[in-house]
């Protein structure tokens, strides 16, 4: 058993000393699990999953990457480890990291909004039918400029759906459920908030999933707006789902504050999260040409 | 007289209902697991499901074995760093410990057993994470980080079981080694701890259970890669990581895939069990 024992922990020993053979700048690229709302957009934006010929798709995302299945703990490990390298919304940006530009046009919402930044992916909800009256009256709300405000004031991009008019409805009660995707509920919170001090006799319950959850409770009438963070698919929208953009999020690719990266092309954001660049020494910290 | 009996039955009843109760739990757990996962292992096939090393669930591709083996080495790191503590630990505060102390220490351990597993993995993200980055150079996050913050979460268990394991020792094999001139150390380690070596091995086996069934913290220390690790400093995806990632988004087959990825965690949990049941069986 004593044997046994410091066998046990010479051969730690060992594993670790051979394990060392890292350098000082590997990047460490952290990722998003698989079916994520901000995986899928990222993935999709920056073409490292692509639909094959068979049907099949393709994911590329390099191998080695970190999988975490929150915001929270990607921009914790950004904001520790000098070499690590993420993606997340951009409504959920601090000073802990450091978001680079990508080809030269930094990650603003004015930017995403005229469609300099390409990075971004659309809020939308989605109703099945547009009769019910209270579902109608938030749906105007949210595009009024009451609504997009509110959706500005969390760091999100307004809709171009969204109206300069005012809100002027008024409900005097009801009851409706909104189910959907993570992503997209910090923005229905508050824009329920908001509506229900126009209007305080309506009940608005939000159920938190994700997208397809969201979409398909809409389809089947268990609620009455799905909220989505990727475009339907022609499945969905074959079930007569109509959608509507209620804003847009910019995705940030966030370093360590300590990096000196400030900007990165669209192909260096592909070549490193599919494991084509490994290390930051293959980056030139000067590429504003 | 009458009444009395009334009552004996009806208490009868009521803890037969008790009983059952857990037991049909058990049950529905069983029927669940196997009534869902197992069509999915034949649908996948066995051999690939358990063997196949390329876990891609866009494209129906579901090989478990990088997170079979990332859950045993993680299992493993564990007992290699909280075992010796855990057990020296109790021989400490069975034998040695000044009862000063030990009104610090008894408590201490057992508040280390009531924090919430997520607790500690956030500990694990903030504290360990960076020590073993700045140590070994990486990312940080990988089989070593897991291991050792398994390895103190498994510490309450290891220790409250062997403890009592050791306390259970008739007090007579203690005085015979010191009558017969040993030291204090050699009857504690050569005639009390072999004494209590089935109750310390229960201990270890209850604290593997924990290790193998361990979840939050895991999944931010591990980095939850879905590859084979390569190294002790390799990021590494658990069993238990696996079906927490994905279950929220999994449809068809993947959503029977990562249940079917709970009957191998099960099937690895009732082994244990019955090594445990067997230790027992020793003991009585």
Redesign the interface.
């Known amino acids: 058993m004593k044997q046994l024992r410091i066998f046990a922990i010479l051969l730690l020993v060992t594993v670790l000393v051979t394990g060392c053979g890292y350098s000082g700048d590997m990047i460490d690229v952290v990722s998003r699990e698989d079916g994520s709302g901000t995986r899928g957009a990222f993935s999709e934006i920056f073409k490292i999953t692509q639909k094959q010929d068979d049907g099949t798709v393709l994911d590329s995302t390099y191998d080695n990457a970190e999988v975490t299945n929150s915001t929270a703990v990607v921009m914790l490990t950004v904001s520790e480890d000098k070499n690590a390298i993420g993606y997340i919304s951009m409504g959920s940006l601090n000073d802990s990291v450091k978001a680079v530009d990508i080809n030269g046009v930094a990650p603003t919402a004015e930017n995403v909004k005229n469609g300099t930044y390409e990075v971004s992916r659309p809020f939308l909800i989605a109703v099945r039918d547009r009769e019910n009256a209270v579902v109608e009256d938030f749906i105007s709300y949210i595009l009024s400029s009451d609504g997009q405000q509110v959706v500005e004031a969390l760091g999100y991009v307004s809709s171009e759906d969204g109206s300069e008019a005012r809100y002027t409805g008024y409900v005097k009660s009801g009851r409706i459920t909104v189910a959907g995707s993570s992503s997209v509920t910090p923005v229905m919170e508050a824009l329920k908030e908001a509506y229900i001090k126009r209007n305080p006799g309506v009940e608005i319950e939000i159920q938190q999933s994700d997208s397809t959850t969201g979409l398909t409770t809409v389809a089947e009438g268990i609620s009455d707006i799905g909220m989505s963070s990727r475009e339907l698919k022609t499945s969905e929208t074959d079930k007569g789902i109509i959608p509507i953009t209620i804003a847009y999020d910019g995705l940030a690719i966030i370093v360590n504050p300590e990096n000196p990266v400030d900007n990165l092309t669209k192909e260096q954001v592909y070549d490193i999260f599919t494991g084509k660049i490994t290390g930051w020494n293959e980056i030139s910290t000067d590429t504003t040409e | 007289m009458e009444n009395n009996q009334v009552k004996e039955r009806g208490m009868k009843i009521l803890f037969l209902i008790a009983a059952c109760a857990s037991i049909l739990a058990v049950v529905l757990i069983c029927l669940f697991l196997f009534a869902n996962g197992l069509p999915a292992i034949f649908e996948i096939g066995p051999g690939k499901f358990l063997l196949g090393t390329k876990w891609?669930?866009?494209?129906n591709v579901y090989g478990i074995l990088p997170m079979i083996v990332g859950s045993l080495y993680v299992t493993a790191g564990a007992i290699?760093v909280g075992v010796?503590i855990g057990v020296l630990t109790a021989v400490f505060m069975a034998e040695f410990c000044p009862p000063k102390l030990y009104k610090i220490m008894k408590p201490a351990v057992e508040l280390l057993a009531g924090i919430p597993s997520i607790v500690y993995g956030f500990f694990g993200?903030?504290a360990l994470?960076?020590i073993i980055?700045n140590l070994?150079?990486?990312?940080?996050?990988g089989i070593?980080t897991a291991s050792i913050l398994l390895g103190i979460m498994i510490l309450p268990t290891i220790i409250s079981i062997s403890e009592s394991a050791l306390r259970a020792v008739p007090r007579s094999y203690y005085e015979g080694a010191v009558g017969l001139g040993a030291t204090k150390e050699r009857a504690v380690f050569f005639t009390m701890v072999p004494a209590a070596k089935s109750g310390i091995f229960a201990g270890i086996v209850l604290g593997i259970g924990r290790a193998i069934g361990e979840t939050m913290a895991v999944?931010?220390v591990a980095?939850?890669?879905?590859?084979m690790p390569t190294?002790?400093?390799?990021?590494v995806?658990t069993m238990t990581a696996n079906i927490?990632?994905?279950m929220?988004?999994?449809?068809d087959l993947h959503r029977e895939a990562l249940i079917a990825t709970g009957v191998v965690l099960f099937i690895f949990i009732l082994i244990i069990n019955l090594c445990f049941a067997l230790i027992k069986k020793k003991e009585a």
Do not use: C
């Open positions: 891609d669930p866009t494209n290699i010796p993200l903030v994470v960076p980055r070994f150079g990486g990312s940080g996050k070593l999944i931010m980095g939850n890669t879905a590859v190294s002790i400093l390799s990021m995806r927490v990632l994905e929220g988004y999994a449809t």
